[in-house]
């Protein structure tokens, strides 16, 4: 088992900046590929970013492309997502989820965390 623990969501102004963090833990050796997906409200779950767990390689959805940054510290066995540039439609619970590969689609994915809100104010 993977255990996964969000943090870092909160209100934050159009224009404005978060970071999220996700820790990993147990049978981490299992873990491949990183991810962070999104829901807003009535819609889909649906892929933001990922990140290889020791190559670095990262993919990341159109819609965040130059405004949000995934990175991993793998001492702390922590992954991260740093949103600038904020905006409204990025209102969402956030989740960040572990694969044994690196993909887009949430089938791909095992385990997943708790979710962390994130609401962009316009």
């Known amino acids: 088992q993977v255990q996964l623990v969000e943090s870092g969501g909160g209100l934050v102004q159009a224009g404005g900046s978060l970071r999220l963090s996700c820790a990993a833990s147990?049978?981490?050796?299992?873990?491949?590929?990183m991810g962070w997906f999104r829901q807003a409200p009535g819609k889909e779950r649906e892929f933001v970013a990922g990140?290889?767990?020791?190559?670095?390689?990262?993919i990341y959805a159109d819609s965040v492309k130059g405004r949000f940054t995934i990175s991993r510290d793998n001492a702390k066995n922590t992954f991260y997502l740093q949103m600038n540039s904020l905006k409204a439609e990025d209102t969402a619970v956030y989740y960040c989820?572990?694969?044994?590969?690196?993909?887009?689609?949430?089938?791909?994915?095992?385990?997943w965390g708790q979710g962390t809100q994130v609401t962009v104010s316009s």
């Open positions: 990140i290889h767990w020791s190559g670095g390689t990262t």
């Open positions: 989820a572990s694969s044994a590969l690196l993909g887009t689609s949430v089938p791909q994915y095992d385990y």
């Open positions: 147990g049978r981490t050796f299992k873990i491949y590929g």
